[in-house]
């Protein structure tokens, strides 16, 4: 039987930051540490953990956009093969593409068009169609970022990373700001891309959305992947998961009562419960 090969390959991969403190002396903060998983071709796998946990530092790094302070360590492979950061610089917006969190990834001084309008011609009559399906009339392409509303530059920025014809899509944090429509939408269009065979990460803190699109959930706390679980049996049930952060995430979402778990690992349980709330961490 022929042994599958994951698209996306992270093994022991961390990153730290050196700073400076006080005077010459520096400091070395480690922010991501061990993260590891597996994502295939086809796939779904949500990176679910607290905002502010470094989740979208992974994204980055996948990229190759870390800043210049930043020490990696681990690996990342691509296709079996080392993701190195020349290989970043020639997949990125090409092979690996990225839908990112902040709008302010849209270059200000380019008409939208011309954002969405893909360098692949096999994919060019797709850009009418992402357009249509994600309520963007003809004249936004004639507009210039700072000309949209928030909703209408993330569904630029959606559309933009859809027609790249990129076989790994890095979804971070694609929805919030979009109508419910608009979430559907988003959430359709990226299982229509895993079922041709695309691999989609998505990262989030939004635990229900994982539910309805993800295949696996890498539940992180903390810097580290505490583990890897199949979305439908973690919405069904907290027993099975083995970790304790897993089983307060689920016991914190609203129709599960946001019951509170008492004992060794509460402030995991209170970083979920502030998490679901909508207050952060």
């Given at each position: 039987?022929?042994?599958?090969?994951?698209?996306?390959?992270?093994?022991?991969?961390?990153?730290?930051?050196?700073?400076?403190?006080?005077?010459?002396?520096?400091?070395?903060?480690?922010?991501?540490?061990?993260?590891?998983?597996?994502?295939?071709?086809?796939?779904?796998?949500?990176?679910?953990?607290?905002?502010?946990?470094?989740?979208?530092?992974?994204?980055?790094?996948?990229?190759?956009?870390?800043?210049?302070?930043?020490?990696?360590?681990?690996?990342?492979?691509?296709?079996?093969?080392?993701?190195?950061?020349?290989?970043?610089?020639?997949?990125?917006?090409?092979?690996?593409?990225?839908?990112?969190?902040?709008?302010?990834?849209?270059?200000?001084?380019?008409?939208?068009?011309?954002?969405?309008?893909?360098?692949?011609?096999?994919?060019?009559?797709?850009?009418?169609?992402?357009?249509?399906?994600?309520?963007?009339?003809?004249?936004?392409?004639?507009?210039?970022?700072?000309?949209?509303?928030?909703?209408?530059?993330?569904?630029?920025?959606?559309?933009?990373?859809?027609?790249?014809?990129?076989?790994?899509?890095?979804?971070?944090?694609?929805?919030?700001?979009?109508?419910?429509?608009?979430?559907?939408?988003?959430?359709?269009?990226?299982?229509?891309?895993?079922?041709?065979?695309?691999?989609?990460?998505?990262?989030?803190?939004?635990?229900?959305?994982?539910?309805?699109?993800?295949?696996?959930?890498?539940?992180?706390?903390?810097?580290?992947?505490?583990?890897?679980?199949?979305?439908?049996?973690?919405?069904?049930?907290p027993d099975n998961v083995k970790h304790p952060y897993s089983k307060a995430l689920w016991n914190?979402?609203?129709?599960?009562?946001?019951?509170?778990?008492?004992?060794?690992?509460?402030?995991?349980?209170?970083?979920?419960?502030?998490?679901?709330?909508?207050?952060?961490?």
């Amino acid at each position: 039987m022929e042994q599958r090969i994951p698209l996306l390959k992270v093994k022991g991969f961390g990153v730290s930051f050196k700073q400076y403190e006080k005077g010459l002396k520096q400091k070395e903060t480690q922010v991501i540490s061990n993260f590891t998983l597996d994502l295939y071709p086809g796939e779904i796998m949500a990176i679910v953990g607290a905002s502010g946990s470094g989740k979208s530092l992974l994204a980055h790094a996948i990229l190759g956009i870390l800043p210049s302070n930043a020490h990696i360590s681990g690996s990342i492979e691509y296709k079996g093969e080392e993701l190195t950061q020349k290989k970043k610089e020639q997949l990125r917006g090409k092979g690996i593409s990225l839908i990112p969190q902040s709008v302010g990834y849209l270059d200000p001084l380019m008409k939208t068009g011309k954002q969405i309008d893909s360098p692949l011609k096999s994919v060019k009559s797709t850009v009418k169609n992402i357009m249509n399906r994600f309520n963007l009339e003809d004249n936004v392409k004639k507009k210039y970022p700072s000309q949209l509303s928030g909703g209408m530059a993330r569904r630029v920025l959606i559309g933009t990373a859809l027609t790249s014809g990129a076989d790994l899509i890095i979804a971070d944090e694609p929805t919030p700001g979009l109508h419910k429509t608009m979430v559907d939408e988003t959430l359709r269009t990226l299982k229509e891309l895993a079922s041709s065979g695309k691999s989609i990460l998505m990262i989030t803190h939004d635990i229900d959305l994982a539910f309805i699109i993800a295949d696996k959930i890498a539940v992180f706390n903390k810097g580290v992947t505490v583990e890897v679980v199949d979305a439908k049996l973690f919405e069904i049930s907290p027993d099975n998961v083995k970790h304790p952060y897993s089983k307060a995430l689920w016991n914190a979402l609203p129709q599960n009562g946001f019951h509170s778990i008492p004992g060794k690992d509460y402030g995991a349980d209170l970083d979920a419960i502030q998490e679901i709330l909508g207050g952060g961490v």
